[in-house]
């Protein structure tokens, strides 16, 4: 198990960028896939972007190719989502996941704003 903390949200004027981070404790954070989910007000949770524990291979979701890059610094410890050409329906808490790729386990953190005006 691993406690995830967000941070980076923020307020951001639409073809704006934000770089959101994700930092894991614990001593095996390497092995963990991770990755990031999004929630808009009054819709269901989705999926954005993950990264395998090895840090090479990448999935994102459609509506954010091109403008997300996720990555991550196993020695760190951290995981982050580079945000670019932010619109009005990128406005959603974004949500850092891991999960194990022993036990398939799932911890997710708390969760961190982003909201992009017009």
């Known amino acids: 198990q691993v406690q995830l903390v967000e941070s980076g949200g923020g307020l951001v004027q639409a073809g704006g960028s934000l770089r959101l981070s994700c930092a894991a404790s614990g001593r095996t954070f390497s092995r963990y896939d991770m990755g990031w989910y999004r929630q808009a007000p009054g819709k269901e949770r989705e999926f954005v972007a993950s990264?395998?524990?090895?840090?090479?291979?990448?999935t994102y979701a459609d509506s954010v190719k091109g403008r997300f890059t996720v990555s991550r610094d196993n020695a760190k410890n951290t995981v982050y989502l580079q945000m670019n050409t932010l619109g009005p329906r990128d406005t959603a808490a974004y949500y850092c996941?891991?999960?194990?790729?022993?036990?398939?386990?799932?911890?997710w953190g708390q969760g961190t704003q982003g909201t992009v005006s017009t």
């Open positions: 990264i395998r524990w090895g840090g090479v291979s990448t």
């Open positions: 996941f891991a999960e194990n790729v022993d036990t398939r386990g799932e911890d």
